[in-house]
């Protein structure tokens, strides 16, 4: 059996607040016309290397428009991206009911630098602890709900 290390320990509880905060945020019930939409958490880990993290990042500062605008033709709403040290937390508005893996295929169709984009990506990501070897970006699932009437 494998003993994990402090250090370890505390980045997993660290990860799992962060979570559970961008989880209870993204599933907060809108009040206007934008409650047909709904909103999903993802996660996932920046290859730990803090040269990795500083590419990524400024990748991010300026996304290629081709990038965007296959999101907009694929029918995305919003995408925020939150990130503690190597954590990022995404989440992302969708119309309710939406197949997000067709959303993704039409994104990443729209253009060739789309597709392009996220090879790219993919190259800095890696798994969160507890994922399958070739899982990245993994859902995060609400399990508590708080709203103001």
Not at 1 to 10: A, D, G, R, V, W
Request: hydrophobic residues 40%; glycine residues 6%.
């Amino acid at each position: 059996m494998n003993k994990i290390h402090l250090s370890t320990l505390h980045r997993i509880l660290l990860m799992a607040a962060v979570v559970i905060f961008a989880a209870c945020n993204a599933h907060k019930k809108e009040v206007d016309k934008n409650a047909d939409l709904q909103e999903h958490v993802f996660v996932v880990n920046i290859v730990h290397d803090p040269q990795k993290l500083k590419e990524y990042l400024a990748y991010h500062q300026h996304i290629w428009p081709e990038v965007e605008a296959g999101f907009k033709k694929a029918g995305y709403r919003k995408i925020v991206l939150y990130r503690y040290e190597y954590l990022l937390v995404m989440t992302i508005t969708v119309p309710a009911g939406a197949d997000l893996g067709q959303m993704g295929r039409t994104a990443e169709s729209y253009d060739k630098r789309c597709a392009e984009w996220n090879r790219l990506m993919d190259g800095y990501q890696t798994g969160v602890p507890g994922v399958q070897q070739n899982e990245k970006w993994v859902e995060a699932k609400p399990f508590y709900h708080f709203i103001k009437d």
